[in-house]
């Protein structure tokens, strides 16, 4: 049901109070503006009461407008509208930080006058956290991101008007109309008309502009990045059956929108599972965030375990670029907010932005290098698979050496004892090499392998991933080496 069609259905039932989140407050009050006749009056801290339409207009007369001037002298006057009247409050949540329970009373002693009279106050915000005091007491309704019909309708109208002022430039087809709303999903209202119409060109929509203004606008929601890297499958030595399913899985029927990247997703979480919880209650609303989101949004999410340099987070960057979809990046370290409540909302902002982008249909890819500290509840949403990235064995060593030596164009030589290295370290090692202009031997010089550094780390992370976890190399659950040099022959 739409915010307009709920927001209708409360008020023929008599609600008093209710609270709106929503990413553009002006243009909510527009929409529910043109499907009600009542009076509709908004205020805000800069401008006291406005008017919204005729009715509204008529009902100015029934309040002193220069005393409603402060949030608390607003109630007074708001008690003296008529029947019938609704009054948004625009930012209403941030004059609950603000003011606190002198405002938070004022607000409840109108519940049951305006009740009786039909009349509606209305918070509106992009973000508005009740206290206790009001909670039970209010309808709270969260207007998503506009969809992909509603876009459309905007590079519509931009390309029709870009047309009127310039006879000679071509009108969009159908292709190039759904091109912009792909580009635009996970934008306002007012910023999707604001990224396309800069994107105008004599000749069309300059599409790399339009993107990198989609990208600064939503990296401007805490903790939300979208990669910009050019990592393609092919640029990653090994891990085949990994690559292979994910290509099988990115081009299958549910044609995903966007990938979810949580790196070392035991990091974001430190402090959500009991005996570790954190006393700010922040990660255990994070984890409960993600978790009623994976479920009420049936996401498919998969988990790559391994030790740190095997690849999991180039192989989980790389598979946008594969199906020609956004990754974004979701920290939620970057989402804490200091103020209580804050933290909540900005994830649950993000997860929007995530909806929006996606179109529904986000892929979530995490990586870890210790499952056993993720809570069950957890791991049993990420139910696409879980995949062990071992060490690579000979022959992915060999072509990761042939990869990057090539990408620095250093000569065929002799390569240091190898036995155990990850392929970041391979990478590290030429790296070295190019840029101090010696050997790949004495580049090795710099390099202590993760296998040499935390051997017993090792066996114990391959020991729990036998018989448990799918192999990242090779088809089938995970088995141990069965010879020096990490061969990936499988035990029978």
């Not at 876009?151 to 047309?163: F, P």
Request: with cysteine; proline share 6%.
């Amino acid at each position: 049901m739409s915010l307009p069609s709920q927001f209708k259905s409360a008020r023929r039932a008599g609600v008093p109070l209710i609270a709106i989140t929503t990413p553009d407050p002006a243009a909510t009050v527009a929409t529910i503006a043109n499907c009600d006749l009542s009076p509709i009056l908004t205020w805000d801290v800069a401008n006291g009461f406005k008017a919204v339409n005729e009715a509204g207009k008529l009902v100015l007369g029934n309040i002193d407008v220069e005393q409603g001037l402060d949030p608390i002298s607003m109630l007074e006057q708001a008690s003296r509208l008529p029947d019938d009247s609704i009054l948004f409050v625009l930012n209403g949540g941030k004059i609950i930080e603000a003011i606190g329970l002198p405002w938070v009373q004022r607000v409840w002693n109108l519940r049951d006058s305006f009740k009786r009279n039909r009349r509606t106050l209305v918070l509106i915000g992009v973000s508005i956290k009740l206290p206790p005091e009001l909670e039970l007491d209010f309808v709270c309704f969260d207007e998503p991101l506009p969809g992909p019909d509603q876009l459309y309708e905007i590079a519509k109208q931009i390309d029709e008007a870009a047309v009127a002022s310039c006879p000679d430039r071509p009108r969009s087809d159908e292709a190039t109309l759904q091109r912009i709303v792909d580009a635009i999903s996970g934008l306002s209202a007012f910023q999707a008309e604001q990224v396309v119409a800069m994107a105008v060109r004599k000749d069309g929509f300059d599409f790399t502009t339009l993107w990198e203004l989609k990208r600064q606008l939503i990296e401007q929601t805490p903790g939300l990045s979208i990669w910009r890297g050019n990592e393609r499958f092919s640029d990653i030595c090994g891990l085949d059956n990994v690559k292979s399913y994910l290509l099988r899985k990115l081009n299958g029927k549910r044609r995903y929108g966007a990938i979810v990247f949580l790196d070392e997703i035991e990091k974001l979480l430190a402090g959500a599972t009991e005996g570790t919880a954190d006393s700010s209650g922040v990660s255990q609303g994070f984890l409960q965030a993600l978790l009623v989101y994976m479920q009420d949004n049936a996401v498919s999410g998969l988990i790559f375990l391994g030790h740190p340099g095997a690849g999991k987070s180039m192989v989980a960057k790389a598979a946008g670029n594969e199906a020609g979809i956004p990754t974004i990046a979701f920290d939620l370290n970057a989402m804490k907010a200091s103020l209580v409540g804050e933290s909540e909302s900005r994830i649950r902002s993000a997860l929007k932005v995530v909806t929006a982008v996606s179109t529904g249909r986000p892929l979530f890819i995490a990586t870890c290098n210790k499952i056993a500290v993720l809570p069950p509840e957890l791991r049993r949403r990420f139910t696409a698979g879980t995949f062990f990235f071992d060490l690579p064995d000979a022959n992915e060593r060999d072509a990761i050496w042939r990869h990057y030596m090539a990408k620095y164009e250093l000569p065929e030589q002799k390569r240091p004892n190898d036995n155990g290295w990850t392929g970041a370290e391979i990478k590290s090692c030429c790296e070295i090499a190019w840029e101090l202009d010696v050997s790949l031997e004495e580049a090795s010089r710099y390099i202590v392998p993760v296998s040499k550094a935390d051997p017993d780390g090792i066996e114990r992370l391959r020991k729990e991933a036998v018989g448990r976890y799918i192999s990242a190399s090779y088809p089938g659950p995970y088995q141990l080496p069965t010879e020096s040099g990490f061969s990936r022959k499988v035990l029978a």
